[in-house]
């Protein structure tokens, strides 16, 4: 299990920050159909290298095509 340390209010904003940047558009949602909220414009890529974005500290991971 993943767990966190916040060290006051200014790193429990950063990772609340974090999680909803992942939540909106990085996070399929299944009462959407396993899309997207509000999808990056990388979303959708058939060609390019398959890359991977790490939020607080690898507990949050997002793959997503490099443009080519």
């Given at each position: 299990?993943?767990?966190?340390?916040?060290f006051?209010?200014?790193?429990l904003r950063r990772a609340i920050c974090e999680f909803?940047?992942?939540?909106?558009?990085e996070?399929?949602?299944q009462g959407l159909d396993?899309?997207?909220i509000q999808p990056l414009t990388e979303v959708g890529a058939l060609d390019g290298h398959v890359a991977c974005r790490e939020r607080l500290g690898?507990?949050?991971?997002y793959y997503y095509r490099n443009a080519a």
């Open positions: 299990m993943n767990q966190m340390i916040f006051g209010e200014k790193s909803l940047e992942y939540y909106h558009h996070r399929n949602h396993n899309r997207l690898g507990v949050l991971r």
